[in-house]
């Protein structure tokens, strides 16, 4: 019974904070991110102090914490559009 909940719960989980962890990291000028609320720009600076400045439209720059980005949200404007399949 040990196993089955370690398999299904809490190994997933700590192979998603690791995997966030890991973007969180990796993040870098230029790349484009959404935080967690929703807030879509592009990274301008990474600071030392675990914050980001971003660019929201030409000339608006806003700081936050790494911890608010969305690796999901991130993920899916950053993946390649594939044509529909009819």
């Not at 660019?55 to 914490?65: A, C, F, L, M």
Request: hydrophobic fraction near 40%; avoid cysteine.
């Amino acid at each position: 019974m040990i196993l089955v909940f370690w398999l299904f719960f809490i190994r997933p989980q700590a192979k998603k904070a690791k995997n966030q962890k890991k973007f969180i990291e990796d993040l870098q000028r230029g790349d484009k991110i959404v935080t967690i609320a929703g807030i879509h720009g592009t990274i301008n600076k990474v600071n030392d102090d675990g914050t980001l400045n971003i660019e929201v439209s030409p000339g608006s720059y806003i700081k936050i914490e790494k911890s608010a980005i969305s690796m999901d949200w991130t993920a899916n404007i950053n993946k390649p559009a594939v044509a529909d399949k009819k």
